[in-house]
């Protein structure tokens, strides 16, 4: 899960950014180590137990965002991007010291990435915190993010991020009912964990994530991946191959 990506390789103020040149460290550990690059959408098909299977993705859809999804083309590397559908092309207006403003995706560059196999999905209409509206606001937020997005895009939108990760069985059902087949959280593990595409987990990348805590992570499936964390895992599995 990447949001925010910035040029060059200092480090971001920002906890949710990452440097340009890092991703691309990241990125390509990833394909040379092996990991199969997917759409966060293939991941409930044939690939879903796949367990050298990935996806890679960015919420709110910044326009720094540009050269990751260049870079990722010319790798022919597939990703998702969780878009806010009515900040497409115009700066961020939610409500956040460190983002409002920030220039966003257009809707032309947004086309562009899907004809070249890239998906875009619903990260709903204005980023709010879903599990805190009333429900008879959530049609509104949820399924005409969709739609504003397909009339963009002119192509089906099945896929869907909680904003700040917030949701709850009102909010799930209401994803369901607005026409998405998948939802990803900010819960960490293996994708399909909870065995519900609606509640599918990701690893969050930090701006101050070194390529070797990006690796754990990627190891132990966990955000927070210290080498003590690394050690009990290793005891652990120790142990379990000993009975």
């Given at each position: ?91 961020a207006a939610w409500s956040d010291d460190t983002t409002t403003g920030w220039p966003m995706l257009d ?39 969709r739609l504003e997005l397909e009339e963009i895009l002119d192509r089906p ?87």
């Amino acid at each position: 899960m990447y949001h925010s990506i910035q040029g060059g390789r200092a480090v971001p103020k920002w906890l949710w950014s990452v440097a340009f040149n890092r991703f691309l460290d990241q990125i390509d550990l990833l394909r040379d180590a092996g990991w199969q690059f997917r759409r966060v959408s293939d991941l409930t098909g044939e690939d879903a137990s796949d367990r050298c299977s990935l996806a890679i993705t960015f919420d709110d859809g910044y326009r720094d965002n540009d050269p990751a999804f260049l870079a990722l083309e010319r790798r022919g590397i597939p990703a998702t991007w969780f878009v806010v559908s009515t900040n497409v092309g115009r700066p961020a207006a939610w409500s956040d010291d460190t983002t409002t403003g920030w220039p966003m995706l257009d809707a032309g560059r947004l086309r562009e990435m899907a004809q070249a196999g890239m998906e875009i999905g619903g990260h709903s209409r204005h980023h709010c915190r879903l599990a805190e509206l009333p429900a008879d606001r959530l049609p509104d937020e949820i399924r005409g993010c969709r739609l504003e997005l397909e009339e963009i895009l002119d192509r089906p939108v099945t896929s869907f991020a909680y904003p700040y990760g917030s949701y709850n069985q009102a909010v799930v059902e209401a994803v369901r009912d607005a026409g998405y087949r998948v939802a990803c959280t900010t819960q960490y593990g293996p994708a399909l964990a909870d065995g519900d595409p609606l509640r599918m987990r990701r690893l969050a990348v930090y701006s101050h994530d070194t390529l070797s805590s990006f690796a754990r992570k990627i190891g132990l499936m966990r955000n927070e991946a210290t080498w003590g964390r690394v050690f009990e895992h290793l005891a652990a599995t120790m142990l379990t191959q000993r009975r």
